[in-house]
């Protein structure tokens, strides 16, 4: 009787060539999460992830020792992460020129967390014109005190609000304590007038609704409110983008939710770097198919 042998199942293979040394650090005390943990996370979400990481000019928070070390937010580098991660030269504010870091692939996600980085936040325009945005993004942040409740209904105001002047959005839990919208555009317009239209939007509905929303930077002013947070739709300003792992207790991940699905989430930190198989399916699932993509100009307002 013929036997049918059983193959070893290959092992899967990684998407990036990185050698990641000290594995077994951990990086994530608190929920046993080590670098090679954080490595296999990247490398596996890389195909979703690099869809909103790559190709924009990025800020990485570094930990090279683990979250509850020293951590710093690092905007510029001349050339000490390798090949695999490129830069762009941008004029600064007051006419230096400084080289900005992106990378375009695995590799590159994958060097930057050999070099401590837990999180990638990234500009709202794209290496390819970073003077024309393609994206803006209402970073929403509840008082402490505010329940996710809180957070939740304004997110899904605010998209009642863009709605009515014929802007699609998106929800992203942070992986913190709030609901990023954001709003994809058509790179056609220039920061100037972005920065403005957040600006005159956020200002806005604080106006109208002066208990529920605040949109000036005054901590003072915010006590039981939200925090419109507009001024991350200024030239050199950054979001955490989608599927990175936040250095914060519990290895969340700033993660892409439906408009349907936000209604029954009780945490902006509901997934964690332990849920990556998760994370993979719902991304490439039905749902989520058109998640931040919208072609779209702003109006006049
Ligand atoms: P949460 O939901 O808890 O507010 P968050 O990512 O929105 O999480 P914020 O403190 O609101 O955190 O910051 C919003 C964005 O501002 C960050 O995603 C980041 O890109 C940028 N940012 C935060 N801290 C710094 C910093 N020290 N230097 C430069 N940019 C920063
Ligand atoms: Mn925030
Ligand atoms: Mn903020």
Known sequence: KDVVEEKPKAAPKPASRVTITHPDRLIFPDSDVTKGDLAAFYDAMAPVALQWIANRPISLVRCPQGRGK?????????????????????????????????????????TCVQMGTIEFHGWGSSVGDVEKPDRLVFDLDPDEGLGFDAVKKAAMDLKGHLAEIGLVSFAMLSGGKGV??????????????????????????????????????????????????WLRNQRGSTAVLPYVA???????????????????????????????AELLERASGKSLAGWGVARQVLPDL
């Not at 200002?203 to 005054?218: H, N």
């Open 180 to 229: 990023h919208v954001v709003v994809p555009l058509t790179p056609e317009a220039d920061w100037p007038a972005i920065k403005d239209f957040a600006d005159r939007f956020s200002r806005a509905l604080a106006q109208a609704e002066p208990d529920r929303f605040v949109a000036t930077m005054s901590k003072a002013k915010r006590k039981g409110k939200i925090f419109l947070d």
């Open 246 to 276: 936040r250095a914060r207790s519990g290895a969340p991940v700033a993660v892409p939710v439906t408009w349907a699905e936000l209604e029954d989430i009780d945490t902006a930190a509901k997934w964690h770097v332990g849920d990556q």
């Open 70 to 110: 020293h951590c710093f937010f690092q905007k510029h580098d001349a050339g000490s992460f390798g090949e695999h991660v490129k830069h762009i030269d941008i004029k600064e504010k007051d006419g230096s020129v400084e080289p900005y870091l992106y990378i375009d692939d695995a590799d590159g996600l994958l």
